[in-house]
């Protein structure tokens, strides 16, 4: 038990210290695999990352594709795939006989029953048919096909008339022989269909379907005992468990005599049943049922996490794709509900899931317009699906809440809380704030609560919070770091806006959802930057669209965020088409037609980043995507690099894409200490500044100016610069606002010059681009005609492809050879293979050589 005694909160007028959150994201990765169709999908694996799929495709036609899956499933490769019946495979069902072996049952043409064997290699790059069995020549629907013995299978399947019938087969290891050996028709013109066969003992196996006794789609479960050879099969019991409904069946194994049973019953509501089985078959004994979805449970998959823990997937309401998890003990005497996510809200049907890794599952499913999907999450072993990782030293982090309301207890569980009703102390100073918006920006406050219980404050999807953590969670005298904050419930899916932020003033917001967003995506009126708090390097992170160290701009679940409101009330909605594909498979998004610089600056102990980016958008003084330097709320000795204009200090210094005159600004490096007065000391310090360029438009040239020596460099031809700090007097470690930045002290180290000339004129005088380049389309958002600009230092084969952002290819815009040379091309969107480009989010893809790079761009209508 926790002892109930408070804690001292060490910080300074609220100086707090974030942590960038080590995220595990529920939704990892997303797939399509097939764009045209793909139906009655079965999911198995193959190596420790390779799976194999077989499914229903365009046509009817029958096919079998291999993927690669990443251990923590941020990465879906499509490998091989083959068409192995032009006609129709219905109702499939994958077994592994050997260890590159595969045998498949299938409803083929007039929905007869066939078994096809496949050898697969390891990586899976091979897919050769072997052999077919057509063993039944009436028909083979709803197959379900387990292992007997090393060479031996069994097949439950509808026959003919909607019989019910279990087949044995031999198979050879190589997959050359397939043998029918025995056949029992056991449930005789009953409407059988859903079948689920699953193994009880060496020779005992509970078959769960839908039949009619005496009319209906009632649920059933049946025993058998089948002779290792297959040659015996011999009904022993069955159990009428359900007198409305039991069809979409997914029965799974919880302990040695307990299984666990996902069906669609009664109004095709979602149920689990529970049974114990005994090992002869002979007793089938029903345990305790968990109506878990009133709306819907259809085609269900089932699959053991853990000991005790299972997920499930499903089509609910509106056929919407559902991910759920429960507890059931061993027993099976209880099931209750962990969590659920809606991780499709067009469609999620003909579901299969597979686990991965400890933690790390995936789903293929069939999605809008019968479209082919496979989705990697992360699940864990308690069943909850929102989870992060709180490690390093005691500090503040910011946090939000893939739930809305009285959420702040349960994610906060595993830390110790004080000062609030609800906490595991309600004396001491209260450790969670929120941030006040109201006023202006120096009214803003850090609100403390005074109520984390259930009944307690709410918190609102997209708005996040602040909590001081403990390195001794459980106040035991031992520190418990790292921990996971876990959180279970029913995962948000509709969007969140963070809105009436007054001019001027910062807002704490959070990611909404369980798994990653990309800022870029978040629609916003007035507010350009998002900032994160880095413990590891003690100090912000920020993204304006198109620069900063924020990576990509991407905001990972649970995580919060602090933005700005400029230019008028500001407010961000974030969308769940928000989310980021892949996390780390695209390259950085910008808004505008935009390049950047980073300078990176490093002492013996410590180092710091400043930006200029440069868009349309852009002005030579303070606009709207310039970002703040912030103090950092968690004071220490530190280098900080950063930009003056007007007197306010930057992160990110904003500039025009194109501009007829040259532009100048400071730059300065201080190395800081604290003295005994809490102020930041300027130190003298041996600094080391280099730069990266990659991102620097060809039409722009910089030059850096030492202002203590008057010397100037042009950076493009210089790759760093070591210099001395200077001791230029001290300021307060926190200023009089919520969310204070660095104040100007002194004269500046450097000047940067900006100079521009006019785009295209370096290649008409002869000179050639220095390396590959793909550049943000112009205009950005654009209706219906924008331009690529793209550099190519050689001549070679160039492709230029969009595609939307479920990666279907929507034009190839250029597929030959070029000169190389500063080149451009138009897409006209009005009307694409002959039918009009809806509005949405683009990605244009280039590959030349080696060379491949991709981004995003909004199609406005």
Not at 125 to 152: K, R
Not at 831 to 837: A, E, F, L, M, T
Request: proline share 3%; hydrophobic share 35%.
């Amino acid at each position: 038990m926790r002892q109930k005694s408070k804690k001292i909160i060490p910080f300074i007028a609220l100086a707090v210290f974030f942590s960038l959150l080590d995220l595990s994201a529920q939704e990892l990765s997303t797939l399509e695999h097939d764009a045209a169709k793909a139906r009655f999908s079965s999911l198995i694996q193959v190596d420790s990352d390779t799976y194999v799929i077989a499914y229903n495709g365009d046509n009817a036609d029958a096919w079998i594709s291999t993927f690669t899956i990443s251990a923590d499933g941020t990465s879906i490769t499509e490998v091989a795939t083959l068409e192995y019946d032009t006609e129709q495979a219905k109702y499939n069902s994958l077994c592994q006989v050997d260890s590159d072996t595969y045998a498949l049952a299938y409803a083929g043409l007039n929905d007869d029953g066939y078994i096809t064997t496949f050898t697969i290699s390891a990586d899976g790059t091979s897919i050769t048919e072997v052999a077919t069995l057509e063993h039944n020549i009436a028909t083979g629907n709803y197959n379900s096909l387990c292992q007997v013995d090393s060479d031996t299978y069994a097949l439950a399947y509808t026959g003919y008339n909607k019989s019910g019938y279990i087949t044995t087969f031999t198979i050879s290891a190589d997959g050359t022989s397939i043998t029918k050996v025995q056949t029992l028709g056991h449930n005789n013109n009953a409407n059988h269909h859903n079948n689920s066969l699953v193994q009880v003992d060496s020779d005992t196996y509970a078959l769960a379907y839908a039949g009619t006794y005496p009319s209906g789609d009632d649920g059933f479960i049946k025993t058998f005992t089948i002779s290792a050879d297959g040659t015996s099969i011999t009904e022993v019991a069955t159990l009428e468990h359900d007198t409305n409904a039991g069809q979409d069946n997914s029965l799974v194994q919880v302990d040695s005599d307990t299984y666990a049973l996902a069906y669609s019953g009664s109004g095709d509501d979602g149920y689990i049943t529970t049974f114990t089985i005994s090992a002869d078959g002979a007793t089938i004994t029903e345990v305790a049922t968990l109506e878990h979805d009133t709306g819907r449970g259809e085609v269900n998959s089932l699959i053991q996490v853990d000991s005790d823990t299972y997920a499930l997937a499903y089509a609910g309401a509106g056929e919407d794709g559902f991910i759920k998890t429960f507890t059931i003990p061993t027993d099976g005497s209880s099931i209750t509900e962990v969590a659920s996510f809606e991780h499709d809200t067009g469609e999620g049907t003909e579901n299969s899931i597979v686990q991965v890794d400890a933690d790390t599952y995936a789903l293929a499913y069939t999605g809008d317009g019968n479209d082919g999907f496979i989705k990697t999450f992360t699940i864990q072993s308690d069943g909850s699906m929102g989870s992060t990782a709180i490690s390093g030293n005691a500090g503040f982090r910011m946090l939000s809440s893939p739930l809305a309301g009285q959420v702040y207890s349960d994610l906060l569980d595993e830390l110790w809380t004080q000062g609030m009703t609800g906490a595991d102390a309600t004396s001491g100073t209260a450790n969670v704030w929120t941030l006040s918006t109201a006023g202006s920006q120096s009214s803003s406050s850090w609100t403390a609560l005074s109520d984390i219980s259930g009944s307690g404050a709410s918190l609102t999807a997209g708005h996040g919070f602040l909590v001081y953590v403990y390195p001794d969670t459980d106040n035991d005298g031992d520190d418990d770091l790292p921990v996971t904050l876990k959180i279970s419930g029913t995962y948000n899916s509709s969007s969140a806006t963070y809105g009436s932020v007054p001019d001027g003033n910062f807002a704490l917001a959070g990611n909404p959802f369980p798994y990653t967003i990309d800022w870029d995506n978040v629609a916003k009126t007035n507010v350009t930057t998002a900032y994160v708090w880095d413990d590891a390097g003690s100090a912000y992170k920020s993204w304006n669209g198109s620069s900063g160290s924020l990576t990509n701009g991407l905001i990972a679940p649970l995580q919060g965020f602090l933005f700005e409101a400029d230019g008028g009330t500001g407010s961000i909605t974030m969308e769940a088409a928000d989310k980021s594909f892949a996390p780390g498979t695209f390259y950085k998004t910008m808004q505008n037609n935009t390049g950047s610089v980073g300078f990176n600056i490093a002492t013996a102990d410590y180092t710091d980043q400043t930006f200029i980016s440069f868009m349309n958008n852009g002005e030579a003084g303070i606009d709207v995507a310039d970002a703040n330097k912030l103090l950092p709320l968690s004071p220490s000795s530190r280098v900080v690099g950063l930009s003056y204009l007007e007197g306010k200090s930057l992160d990110i210094n904003n500039l025009p894409y194109e501009s007829d005159n040259a532009i100048s600004f400071p730059l300065d490096v201080m190395y800081l200490t604290i003295n005994d007065n809490s102020e930041f000391v300027t130190q003298e310090e041996t600094a080391t500044m280099t730069w990266d360029l990659n991102e620097l438009p060809a039409h722009i040239s910089m030059s850096l100016t030492d202002n203590t020596t008057n010397s100037t460099i042009d950076i493009t031809q210089q790759n760093e610069l070591t210099f001395t700090t200077a001791a230029k007097g001290s300021f307060s470690l926190s200023g009089n606002e919520a969310i204070p930045v660095y104040p100007q002290l002194g004269n500046s180290h450097f000047t940067v010059t900006i100079s521009y000339s006019e785009m295209g004129t370096d290649n008409e005088e002869g000179t050639l681009p220095s390396q590959y380049a793909l550049h943000q389309n112009y205009p950005n958002p654009f209706n219906p005609v924008t331009t690529i600009s793209y550099d190519l230092p050689e001549n070679g084969l160039v492709n230029i492809t969009i595609y939307d952002m479920l990666g279907r290819q929507v034009k190839t815009l250029k597929n030959q050879t070029q000169d190389a040379g500063y080149r451009s091309i138009v897409w006209d969107a009005t009307n694409d293979y002959g039918k009009p480009v809806s509005a949405g989010i683009y990605l244009y893809q280039i590959q030349a050589g080696e060379y491949m790079q991709t981004k995003k761009m909004v199609l406005l209508k």
